[in-house]
């Protein structure tokens, strides 16, 4: 038995749908997540500015006693991960191999579509690994930049005229293209997954980044002893609405307020 931490992280709180997932098949796992919601979003940042963030929240993470990270941040599995898990031991990771995996098991018209941050859509990270898995798979990518700050506000009822406009203005491309897979390359994504399939229809499978990178965590790591599961929660700005958007993305009340790190930065070192 292992009782060492699962670290988990995001630019925002839209990994916590990562920690939902583990609640539910590791439920005796002591995780520590930490969001990055006075940097967030990430995905409209440079490229050396992800990595130093990704290397500032990984330091922080690995100041407790943890055995895994789990990144659940699109952007900085499509544009970092590389680079950072090079420069660590703990095992990392993240969303961008398990959601491929995931999507060419699920896709029978081999048409896949992805959706994500700018960052992740630049990248074209998710493209390459499925290309690697398949390279007769057709994909379409579309950056979808309004729907992380919609979810943040609270905005992604599939009855929302706003939702809707904006699910329409991003996915009608992809739904022209007659995909049978979508991935939803950014943690944020899921909230949106009703208005989503309300768009695309009940025939798409909808790739949930956050719950695949769970799932995958859980085929390496040695379980903690039954009764160890806790959760602790750490965010770099604002600790005082955690509780009201946590519950958004945990989809049960978080049960206690967020620690604030009040200088991430002051994590790790930046190494140009």
Do not use: W
């Not at 002591?30 to 992800?50: K, M």
């Not at 922080?60 to 952007?75: E, R, Y």
């Not at 990270?125 to 950056?143: G, K, W």
């Not at 307020?257 to 930046?270: C, T």
Request: proline fraction near 6%; include cysteine.
């Amino acid at each position: 038995m292992d009782n060492r931490a699962i670290g988990v992280f995001d630019s925002g709180l839209g990994g916590l749908t990562a920690v939902r997932q583990l609640h539910r098949i590791m439920p005796d796992e002591h995780i520590i997540y930490f969001g990055d919601t006075g940097r967030v979003p990430y995905g409209t940042r440079s490229r050396q500015t992800i990595i130093n963030y990704t290397r500032q929240d990984t330091a922080f993470l690995c100041s407790h006693d943890i055995k895994a990270i789990v990144v659940a941040c699109g952007t900085v599995s499509s544009v970092a991960l590389g680079t950072v898990k090079t420069e660590n031991t703990i095992p990392m990771v993240g969303v961008v191999k398990p959601s491929c995996y995931t999507a060419m098991k699920l896709t029978k018209s081999n048409r896949v579509g992805i959706i994500g941050t700018k960052g992740t859509i630049h990248s074209g990270s998710y493209e390459a690994m499925l290309h690697t898995l398949d390279p007769s798979v057709h994909t379409i990518a579309r950056a979808c930049p309004l729907f992380v700050p919609l979810v943040e506000n609270g905005r992604f009822s599939p009855d929302d005229p706003v939702v809707q406009l904006v699910v329409e203005e991003y996915l009608a491309e992809i739904r022209d293209f007659g995909v049978d897979t979508l991935i939803m390359g950014c943690t944020h994504y899921p909230l949106l997954r009703a208005a989503i399939r309300a768009y695309l229809g009940d025939e798409v499978a909808l790739i949930d980044p956050g719950a695949e990178a769970a799932d995958y965590v859980r085929t390496f790591l040695e379980p903690a002893e039954p009764g160890n599961g806790r959760t602790e929660y750490f965010v770099s700005d604002d600790p005082d609405s955690f509780d009201t958007y946590a519950e958004m993305f945990l989809g049960e009340p978080a049960g206690v307020h967020a620690n604030l790190v009040e200088d991430i930065a002051s994590y790790g070192k930046e190494r140009g």
